[in-house]
């Protein structure tokens, strides 16, 4: 069995800055970096590396970074037949800013993410069929998301949900999901306040697996549905670039529930991977391999 990620391809344009810009003002990067990013990639990738069979549904443009990104995916033993290919939108871009302290800034624009329809999904039936867990976030139409949750319902697979990056249209209603992970923010949005242990605790009564929100360098909270809140620390490191961090905790977190470890052991993985991650530059370039992961556990 297997992870299925449907989700976005993105090529990632990252300029390293002393201080990120205010509006109306400009400055100058000290290095810059182009490589292969967008949440769905990033987290297909991660749970790769980390040790599950991946299966990955998304859309690039006609271009070179759309051959680039299949043969990229090819290089991680992950398929790219299911990649579609669209003649009307580019591979999607983003641009990102990094400063001195690793936090960073993001805008994206989504191309070729955008063209992904439910139609595609029909066409890949086989892959929900032979997956246990699927994997979403917010970069790809709300559209085929919901409709990817539904095939993954009726085809009994665990569906992991990451809304982000947020979308206001994102309702925790109108989707079926066992396990939402989400950061401070997405969290603040979706329960009203901003105290992330009360944000957790109002998702008590939602009959979900599990609900995760991460804090970066502060502990792990998540919450199983015996309604416990519970802790976990990750590892304390040195920060380089926290692009992509999320994206390594969420990847290593499928790769470990596929392999039927218990959810606190799960966060203790993924809390390690997104630790290492961000102790060097880039997304996809610094997600940890399980060997890695298991070094520093």
């Given at each position: 069995?297997?992870?299925?990620?449907?989700?976005?391809?993105?090529?990632?344009n990252t300029?390293y800055?002393?201080?990120?810009?205010?509006a109306?003002?400009?400055?100058?990067a000290?290095?810059?970096l182009?490589?292969?990013?967008?949440?769905?990639?990033?987290?297909?990738?991660?749970a790769?590396?980390?040790g599950?069979?991946?299966n990955?549904?998304?859309c690039v443009?006609?271009?070179?970074?759309?051959?680039?990104?299949?043969?990229?995916?090819k290089?991680?033993?992950?398929?790219?037949?299911?990649?579609?290919?669209?003649?009307?939108?580019?591979?999607?871009s983003?641009?990102?800013s990094?400063?001195?302290?690793?936090?960073?800034?993001?805008?994206?624009?989504?191309?070729a993410n955008?063209?992904l329809?439910?139609?595609?999904?029909?066409?890949?039936?086989?892959?929900?069929?032979?997956?246990?867990?699927?994997?979403?976030q917010?970069?790809?139409p709300m559209?085929?998301?919901?409709?990817?949750?539904r095939?993954?319902?009726a085809?009994?697979?665990?569906?992991?949900?990451?809304?982000?990056p947020w979308?206001?249209?994102?309702?925790?209603?109108e989707?079926?999901?066992?396990?939402?992970?989400?950061?401070?923010?997405?969290?603040?949005?979706i329960?009203?306040?901003s105290?992330?242990?009360?944000?957790l605790?109002?998702?008590?009564?939602?009959?979900?697996?599990?609900?995760?929100?991460?804090?970066g360098?502060?502990?792990?909270?998540?919450?199983?549905?015996?309604?416990?809140v519970?802790?976990?620390?990750?590892?304390?490191?040195?920060?380089?670039?926290?692009?992509?961090a999320?994206?390594?905790?969420?990847?290593?977190l499928?790769?470990?529930?596929?392999?039927?470890?218990?959810?606190s052991?799960?966060?203790?993985?993924a809390?390690?991977a997104g630790?290492?991650?961000?102790?060097?530059?880039?997304?996809?370039g610094?997600?940890?391999?399980?060997?890695?992961?298991?070094?520093?556990?």
């Amino acid at each position: 069995m297997s992870v299925l990620v449907i989700g976005s391809l993105i090529v990632d344009n990252t300029l390293y800055v002393e201080k990120i810009p205010k509006a109306g003002e400009t400055t100058i990067a000290k290095s810059s970096l182009s490589s292969l990013g967008g949440k769905g990639a990033n987290q297909a990738i991660a749970a790769r590396l980390a040790g599950a069979q991946v299966n990955f549904i998304g859309c690039v443009g006609d271009d070179s970074e759309g051959i680039l990104y299949k043969n990229h995916l090819k290089d991680h033993k992950i398929s790219s037949s299911s990649i579609i290919t669209s003649d009307r939108e580019p591979t999607g871009s983003a641009f990102i800013s990094v400063d001195a302290g690793g936090e960073n800034s993001i805008v994206v624009n989504p191309g070729a993410n955008h063209s992904l329809t439910p139609e595609h999904l029909d066409k890949h039936i086989n892959l929900f069929k032979k997956s246990k867990i699927i994997l979403l976030q917010l970069e790809i139409p709300m559209e085929t998301m919901r409709y990817a949750c539904r095939l993954a319902r009726a085809n009994g697979l665990m569906i992991l949900i990451n809304p982000s990056p947020w979308n206001p249209a994102f309702s925790t209603d109108e989707f079926p999901y066992d396990v939402l992970i989400l950061n401070e923010i997405e969290a603040a949005q979706i329960s009203g306040t901003s105290n992330m242990t009360k944000s957790l605790e109002s998702f008590r009564n939602f009959g979900l697996d599990m609900v995760v929100i991460t804090q970066g360098s502060e502990p792990t909270l998540f919450m199983s549905q015996s309604g416990e809140v519970m802790k976990l620390m990750p590892p304390v490191v040195k920060v380089t670039d926290t692009v992509g961090a999320g994206d390594a905790f969420t990847g290593a977190l499928a790769a470990s529930l596929l392999e039927g470890k218990t959810f606190s052991e799960s966060i203790h993985l993924a809390n390690t991977a997104g630790a290492i991650s961000v102790t060097k530059a880039g997304a996809q370039g610094a997600t940890p391999t399980r060997k890695e992961i298991e070094s520093f556990l």
